[in-house]
T-cell receptor, first 114, second 115 residues
Framework: GDSVTQMEGPVTLSEEAFLTINCTYT??????LFWYVQYPGEGLQLLLK?????DKGSNKGFEATYRKETTSFHLEKGSVQVSDSAVYFC?????????????FGQGTRLTINP | NAGVTQTPKFRILKIGQSMTLQCTQD?????MYWYRQDPGMGLKLIYY???????DKGEVPNGYNVSRSTTEDFPLRLELAAPSQTSVYFC??????????????FGPGTRLTVL
């Protein structure tokens, strides 16, 4: 079945550093791809998404590009802040009988030090 | 709008006890979902519903039951709690039927421990 693999964490960076969190996927169809973020003590919230090959999703300075040839959707940010500390989940949307089923990666915990 | 709300926030159960995790959304969403999140793992889908009266199994349904009598509510029932059900449970909802790029909105979660 479909699956998502994220880079192992945790990741610790200094403020203003460049961030990359790798995500690759396996899917039989043409999934939509997502990054969700989970701040401490909260539920997940959508960070960005892309629906087809070569689409770039962006939000709050984060970007990710849907690369069909490498089956990847890596998350990047040019200059991280302490407030970006959270757990980041890559996910794909599996189409099945009219329902959207999300398949998640294991999550990457990011800590930004001042 | 409160969005997606879940109760309780925390619960400790003894093996064999039963309980219901409550989930309510006030966004008039058709689709609702239950996930579990084990430590260091991604979320796994337990059950989902495409509308009132319609539910279906996800990836890990064993040991759970659901019902959807109204658009707003989607409770998750654990009948005979087992230590393997120790996890954080998230409820989510989304609006657009057939839009597989739709955003899911998550509740804050229920942390359940079975001893």
């Amino acid at each position: 079945g479909d699956s998502v693999t994220q880079m192992e964490g945790p990741v610790t960076l200094s403020e203003e550093a460049f961030l990359t969190i790798n995500c690759t996927y396996t899917a039989t169809g043409y999934p939509s791809l997502f990054w969700y973020v989970q701040y401490p003590g909260e539920g997940l919230q959508l960070l960005l998404k892309a629906t087809k090959a070569d689409d770039k999703g962006s939000n709050k300075g984060f970007e990710a590009t849907y690369r069909k040839e490498t089956t990847s959707f890596h998350l990047e940010k040019g200059s991280v802040q302490v407030s970006d500390s959270a757990v980041y989940f890559c996910a794909l949307s599996d189409q099945d009988q009219g329902a959207q089923k999300l398949v998640f990666g294991q999550g990457t915990r990011l800590t930004i030090n001042p | 709008n409160a969005g997606v709300t879940q109760t309780p926030k925390f619960r400790i159960l003894k093996i064999g006890q039963s309980m219901t995790l409550q989930c309510t959304q006030d966004m008039n969403h058709n689709y609702m979902y239950w996930y579990r999140q084990d430590p260091g793992m991604g979320l796994k889908l337990i059950y989902y519903s495409v509308g009132a009266g319609i539910t279906d199994k996800g990836e890990v349904p064993n040991g759970y039951n659901v019902s959807r009598s109204t658009t707003e509510d989607f409770p998750l029932r654990l009948e005979l709690a087992a230590p393997s059900q120790t996890s954080v449970y998230f409820c989510a909802s989304s609006f657009s039927p057939g839009d597989f790029s739709d955003t899911q909105y998550f509740g804050p979660g229920t942390r359940l421990t079975v001893l």
